[in-house]
């Protein structure tokens, strides 16, 4: 087998099977962590760098506790609360009416072949190409973005901001991306979860880190050696027999920790951007210009997600029942045509 050969196989492979490799490594790599930080932290990490009457040391328990137990409890609601589109009567009955009101968005399509002829200048963000396979004949049809449009998985008229997740096997109502630590895409019903508990993840490795780093300088390093710092390194010394099992937790939490603080930060910025500007990040990324969010006040905005309350309320708990999203994932009077 030659190396050219070896290495196409390898990205078949990796394009089939890496979406499912990461959906099941990465919530036990997080669950790992979390449960890793306590333990180091309340074993080891206070009791070195605090004495135990201290104040400090007391609060900074606490808080590791607290920010630890928020950031469970919006990963299990972000886990668990779904946005499955569910191809009723009813919801047929919305389609039928979206069409009446915006004739323009007609959910019939046009070969995507041709519209790219007529408007070659054309922005991805404002169609929908639907690809079909039959046999080796490739059929591409292009719907408008804020239309009612087939999902060729599903075999139904799906809404608008809908998008079918090949990994979840559903289509996703106004779905933002899929999220491989929660095994879950992120859409109408969960975002406000995704916020919540990135915010919590920001906070938690950014009051971690420096009192990580401060353990492992005064109390560890003396017994480290430099190219211990280096994680695949680590591994093969432990392996050997030549680093302990303590040492090679420690660079892996400190490894995790840099790797969350900066995932965490990058979805906490993107997604307030995101609901400030009325978009997903699909959108966020393909703009339809001609689309704007009609809500005037951020507060409107916000209410998109996490509904009509104290927004602040959301941080500490996950009151989703009493305060529903504004919007309801199949009409958008937010969003408007300029
Ligand atoms: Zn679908
Ligand atoms: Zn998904």
């Known amino acids: 087998m030659t190396m050219r050969s070896m290495q196409a196989k390898f990205i078949v492979f990796c394009n089939k099977n890496g979406p499912k490799i990461l959906n099941l490594i990465s919530p036990i790599w997080f669950l790992a962590c979390i449960l890793?930080?306590?333990?180091?932290?309340?074993?080891?990490?206070?009791?070195?760098?605090?004495?135990?009457?201290?104040?400090?040391?007391?609060?900074?328990?606490?808080?590791?506790w607290f920010m630890s137990a928020e950031m469970i409890i919006n990963w299990i609601f972000l886990c668990t609360v779904r946005s499955t589109y569910r191809n009723t009567d009813e919801n047929n009955k919305k389609r039928l009416e979206h069409e009446k009101t915006y004739p323009q968005?007609?959910?019939?399509?046009?070969?995507?072949?041709?519209?790219?002829e007529q408007r070659p200048t054309l922005g991805t963000g404002n169609w929908s190409v639907v690809t079909q396979y039959t046999g080796s004949d490739v059929k591409r049809t292009a719907y408008p973005y804020w239309g009612w449009k087939p999902c060729v998985v599903c075999s139904f008229y799906r809404p608008p901001r809908c998008h079918h997740c090949p990994i979840c096997e559903e289509c996703v109502l106004k779905r933002d991306h899929h999220c491989f630590f929660a095994r879950q895409c992120v859409g109408l019903n969960n975002q406000r979860f995704f916020v919540v508990f990135n915010f919590w993840a920001v906070m938690l490795t950014t009051f971690s880190i420096p009192q990580v780093l401060c353990y492992t300088k005064l109390s560890v390093w003396p017994n480290m050696v430099a190219s211990e710092l280096f994680l695949p390194w680590t591994i093969v010394r432990y392996v050997v027999g030549t680093s302990p099992a303590y040492t090679l937790l420690l660079v892996f939490q400190i490894y995790s920790l840099v790797f969350f603080v900066l995932t965490a930060g990058y979805f906490l910025h993107n997604q307030l951007t995101c609901i400030d500007q009325g978009l997903t990040s699909y959108e966020k990324e393909n703009r339809d210009t001609s689309f704007?969010?009609?809500?005037?006040?951020?507060?409107?905005?916000?209410?998109?997600?996490?509904?009509?309350?104290?927004?602040?309320?959301?941080?500490?708990?996950p009151y989703h029942w009493a305060s529903e999203p504004t919007d309801d994932g199949m009409t958008w009077q937010s969003m408007k045509k300029d």
């Open 36 to 64: 890793g930080l306590n333990w180091m932290a309340h074993d080891h990490i206070f009791d070195f760098l605090y004495t135990t009457e201290s104040k400090v040391g007391q609060m900074a328990r606490f808080l590791a």
């Open 105 to 116: 968005l007609t959910s019939e399509g046009v070969a995507y072949e041709q519209l790219r």
């Open 292 to 317: 704007t969010t009609t809500c005037k006040s951020r507060y409107e905005r916000f209410a998109c997600v996490f509904g009509r309350s104290q927004l602040w309320v959301n941080l500490f708990i």
